[in-house]
């Protein structure tokens, strides 16, 4: 196992008045990237954006059911050679979107404009995020900002397109868009059916483009929180532009990767699948 250390808590940048709210983010880093750093060797680096339907949820968690599993998911890319920063952002309760978003571009500008000092490459950054997270980095790759541009996205299942999410529940849903104080009216502050111009504006698939980074969409086909369908229809979309795009369908299993028998087994191939990903990407063996 690599040896790594953890910096937690690095303020990456200020919000609300007078920018007195800190935003704050971890690091995980092997214990050889000062050494990476002084011969010019450098990491490619994964910020991660946790989920919580945008109103609940911290940095460096992936989730009650998944962090039970013990994977270690932060450590698992570390060894496999990547830096790592797990980012918070604002939630609902705080502020709508777009703010969400700005704090993800914060995330990732931070970590490039201090690359240098922490043995990053600056052009191998990449976004990887669950659930509303998984949205925040889909976002962050598709939309266009020079500084806070990411080299590829991985998404476990994100919300992607907000006025379509009603039609594609699942009969057994827990949560849907529709319902009074829901999730998604919680993040645009308004009912989605009254304000669709709005959900819109806060939906990956609205800013697909050619020229968007490549993708691998993870999500579960029991998923009863936010449908598979969701990442079927920005993957329909990201081909359509001509983007590199992989859709991975886990049957069975349901959000946070929970399965029937209770096993880890969905989590594992989700794990596995993104990790072989962003190694592919960025060219480390």
Known sequence: MTEHRILRGIDFARTGDHR????????Y?????????????LRPAIVHFHGGGWRIGERSSLGPVFDGFGLSPFEVLVEAGFVVASADYRLSGEAHFPAQLHDAQAAVRWLRDNAVEHGIDPGRIYAWGDSAGGHLASLVGLVADADSRVAAVAAWYPPTDLNRMVEQALPDAVARASDQGSREELLVGAPLAAEPAMAAAASPVSYVRPGAPPFLLVHGTADRFVPAAQSQSLADQLQKAGADVELLLIDGADHMWSLPDGSRAAAEKAMAATVT???RQSGVP
Do not use: I, V
Request: aromatic share 8%; proline share 8%; net charge positive.
């Open 29 to 41: 880093l092997p214990e050889s990237a000062q050494q990476q750093k002084m011969t010019g060797n």
């Open 277 to 279: 990903f962003f190694r």
């Open 20 to 27: 007195s709210r800190p935003l704050l983010l971890d690091l």
